[in-house]
Each structure stands twice: as C-alpha cells, then as structure tokens.
C-alpha cells in the first residue's frame, strides 16, 4: 500500500497508532527497522490530522492565550524580557509571541 492511498480508519486506529509512536519515541534503542516504522507512523498520523482534523486558525494571542490557561498561568502580569525568553522555550513558541 503506498503512503497516498494509506488511511487511519478511525480514532481507536489513530490512538492506537500514536500510542507505537509515541512508545518508540521514548527509547533510544531503536533498531532500523523500528526507527522506518516510527518514521511511517509519523506521516501517517501527520496526514490524518491535516486531512480529516484540521486545527482551526487562530491568532497568536488566542494561542498564547489557551497555552497559558493550559498550564494554570493567569496572564495578568506584564511580562520582561528574560520571562518572555523562558516562557518562549518551555512552551516551544516564538519568543516575539510575548513582544
């Protein structure tokens, strides 16, 4: 089966699926075998999700925003320079988000 005709059936399959990836992104002993698995999963699960759950656009506040919420911040301060770095590299974002 080629990787264009290949689809995840259903959310059990797709859970099912992160599941193996995520497990073999966890170790570091992966042989080359597992290592071509984990990379198909990877496109796979990437292309369901572009294709059949799209995230919906959203501006760079309202993403900061949900992020903050996500990990009980409240916001409500100003935040410096050196917080805007930190914050930048813990939730994986542009540090210009906080600018």
């Known amino acids: 089966m ?24 966890e170790r570091d002993d992966l042989s080359p075998e597992e290592e071509a698995l984990a990379e198909v999963l990877t496109l796979l699960i990437e292309d369901d999700e572009e294709k059949y759950h799209p995230l919906p656009s959203v501006s760079p506040n309202e993403s900061l925003k949900a992020l903050m919420e996500e990990r009980g911040l409240s916001g409500r301060r100003s935040v410096s320079k050196a917080q805007a770095k930190r914050l930048a590299e813990f939730l994986h974002v542009p540090v210009d988000l906080f600018t």
């Open 2 to 25: 080629s990787s264009a005709t290949a689809k995840i059936s259903d959310s059990v399959s797709h859970a099912r699926l992160t599941a193996a990836l995520l497990e073999l992104d």
